[in-house]
């Protein structure tokens, strides 16, 4: 029968595994993002995919992504129809055709909170920036499936921004960032595929 000093040194272990598993997956974390950060600039086409009960079937759109480090991160939709949304710093730019009307409108990523979140949590891992992750998100990574795989889950910190989007799920390897998945509270899911494009490097000056 086990004695009240086992028990007590039972739960000792088990306080010094949690704490080494919490210390491993930090230095993963850790690893992870200087690894990310390490890539300035990123270009990449995108399939994203809506799901809702609502719906009949995914809505579709695919269009292409572009991150320029620090804080600059655009996404240029080719399908179902032409639009672009430039984030750069604070600043938001739409350009789009509304009803056959060309559109351009600017405002600040501060007056939309929940967008503001869903921006950062793309923004800053793509930069490697896991301090400003974490001012908007609890952050917990797990191994992938493969030997360099890597999975991260997002859950706002905000309450304003939990009643919009439940998590983000966002899986690679090594560098390269693969998938976003985005819960929403009302269980609503956003999928969105990303695969690199390589870009010629610069050629020398004569």
Partial sequence: MATRRDLLALGALASLAFAWRADGADDELTRLFAELGARKERHAGFIERKFSAL?????????TLVFRAPDTLERRTVKP?????????????????????????TFALTDAPPLAA??????????GDLPALRRHFEVAWAPGETGRGWQITLTPR?????EAV?????RGAGSELSTVEIIEAGGDLTLLNITPISTPAPTAKK
């Fill in 81 to 105: 129809q032409r639009e672009s949304v430039r984030v750069e710093g604070n600043t938001v730019t739409y350009e789009g055709t509304l009803r056959g009307n060309d559109q351009k409108h």
């Fill in 118 to 127: 869903l921006i950062e949590s793309l923004r800053s891992t793509l930069a």
């Fill in 55 to 63: 719906l009949k079937g995914p809505v579709e759109s695919s269009g």
């Fill in 166 to 170: 439940s998590s983000i799920l966002m």
């Fill in 158 to 162: 905000e309450r304003q921004v939990r």
